[in-house]
């Protein structure tokens, strides 16, 4: 069974939350209390997301986490791999590419179709389109308050 891992899974949503961040920042208090994360996990999938230079890291009293790009040119791929490393489905799949049964295997080819559109998928998949997946974060930048008149639908700041 594929499944993520809880840091590939927390550092996915410290991704989204600073994508939809009101100031485009946060500390990694913010997140982690945010989503129920334990704080020294997520300082470690924080600081191993700015080595691997999908976030930069704000020095100060305000500072925190951002994204080193915008959202749209950061996929899922990159942050997986940069907490995980290379996402593997079956021994045959990865680095060494052998196992027991190679010789008389007859699936190995359609699961490396499978895996190649895993990976694919999450290559195609940006930090963005998990932003607008999800439920809104509440703040200035999401609060809309409709004036009197206008047609359902149209909102202004």
Known sequence: MLKLTKKADYGLL???HLAVSARGAASAKEIADAYSIP??????????????????????????????RLPQKISALEVIRALDGPIVLTSCTGSHGDCDQSEKCTIREPLRRV?????E??????IAEIATDGPKQEGPSSIHHARAGE???LHVL
């Open 14 to 16: 410290a991704m989204r």
């Open 39 to 68: 704080l020294p996990l997520l300082a470690k999938i924080l600081q191993k997301l700015t080595k691997s230079g999908v976030l930069q890291s704000l020095a100060g009293t305000n500072g925190g986490y951002k994204l080193a």
């Open 115 to 119: 895996h190649e559109a895993i990976v």
């Open 121 to 126: 998928l999450f290559n195609g998949l940006s």
């Open 151 to 153: 047609p359902a639908g």
